[in-house]
């Protein structure tokens, strides 16, 4: 039996969506989609897993790496309570993957506490392999990196632009796979490049502002939401919701309702018995 705190094992979990599923839907054809929740989480975990999103990357909050690092353990716990079946995939600093030893220690924590699977972005394949061979899931990433990996290319933009260069990520993505990797993102590739590679691999490979159809498409918290302007989204991205704005008019109204004593009302509350209520005031005077 589990210990109180303990997170149960994924195969004895009723429902718990893992990346066996998600190869399986990519076996069957079907798509899947991807939400990075991007520190908003856990709470939009739960919304993606009650509106039926299949996979959620996750990065734990900090001001730098070292306490991204420390956090998210306890972070994926959290994601793990909030929403217990959608497949989770979480962030590892660059740090916590610099050799083979290191990267099946902290990954292994991870999992260990609820993630399905690890995403080191620009691993090796050396230490990928060593993941891999300790039954470590790692659902990693192609094409574009982001954040500041992106430095040493002149910043976040489009590659694979020429067939050398698609060629050299195809061949990171294959390489990938045959090392271990159980699926992977794709990010800033032409349409074509992306639906040639997701084709060609085995394993399921879902886009991140790339165009293609691959096996499922990734979209960040921000842009699905509509956090942002509409004239500072980029072009892949695409609004379903203004959060913000329905939350502001949420919060607006409350704040108008107390002003003009129109919260809380009569059947906001309960009426003590007048009895009770004579006694006590006579009590207090």
């Given amino acids: 039996m589990a210990a109180k705190n303990e997170i149960p094992m994924a195969s004895i979990v009723q429902g718990r969506q893992t990346v066996w599923h998600?190869?399986?839907?990519?076996?069957?054809?079907?798509?899947?989609?991807?939400?990075?929740?991007?520190?908003?989480?856990?709470?939009?975990?739960?919304?993606?897993?009650?509106?039926?999103?299949?996979?959620?990357?996750?990065?734990?909050?900090?001001?730098?790496?070292?306490?991204?690092?420390?956090?998210?353990?306890?972070w994926t716990r959290m994601q793990r309570k909030m929403a217990p079946n959608i497949c989770l995939n979480a962030v590892m600093q660059t740090h916590q993957y610099a050799d083979p030893v290191t990267a099946v220690k902290e990954a292994s924590k991870i999992v260990a506490d609820g993630a399905d699977c690890v995403m080191p972005m620009g691993v090796t394949n050396e230490v990928l392999k060593a993941m891999?061979?300790?039954?470590?899931?790692?659902?990693?990433?192609?094409?574009?990196?982001?954040?500041?990996?992106?430095?040493?290319?002149?910043?976040?933009?489009?590659?694979?632009?020429?067939?050398?260069?698609?060629?050299?990520?195809?061949?990171?993505?294959?390489?990938?796979?045959?090392?271990?990797?159980?699926?992977?993102?794709?990010?800033?590739?032409?349409?074509?490049?992306?639906?040639?590679?997701?084709?060609?691999?085995?394993?399921?490979?879902?886009?991140?502002?790339?165009?293609?159809?691959?096996?499922?498409?990734?979209?960040?918290?921000?842009?699905l939401l509509g956090f942002l302007p509409q004239e500072a989204m980029a072009k892949h991205s695409k609004s379903y919701a203004s959060f913000l704005t329905e939350g502001i008019k949420g919060f607006a109204g409350f704040a108008a309702d107390i002003n003009t004593k129109g919260y809380p009302a009569e059947e906001n509350g309960w009426g003590m018995d007048e009895k009770e209520l004579d006694k006590f005031m006579n009590m207090i005077g």
């Fill in 22 to 74: 998600l190869q399986k839907m990519k076996d069957e054809g079907k798509l899947i989609s991807m939400v990075g929740t991007a520190y908003l989480d856990p709470l939009f975990t739960m919304m993606c897993e009650k509106a039926g999103i299949n996979l959620v990357r996750y990065t734990a909050p900090g001001e730098n790496a070292e306490m991204r690092a420390e956090n998210i353990k306890w």
């Fill in 132 to 223: 891999a061979d300790n039954h470590i899931a790692v659902f990693g990433h192609v094409g574009c990196l982001s954040g500041w990996q992106t430095g040493r290319f002149g910043g976040y933009r489009r590659v694979g632009k020429t067939a050398d260069e698609a060629m050299a990520i195809y061949r990171q993505a294959y390489e990938y796979q045959e090392n271990g990797m159980v699926g992977m993102t794709i990010e800033m590739t032409s349409r074509e490049v992306t639906d040639a590679i997701a084709k060609k691999l085995r394993i399921p490979v879902i886009n991140v502002a790339a165009g293609g159809v691959a096996d499922g498409s990734e979209m960040v918290i921000f842009d």
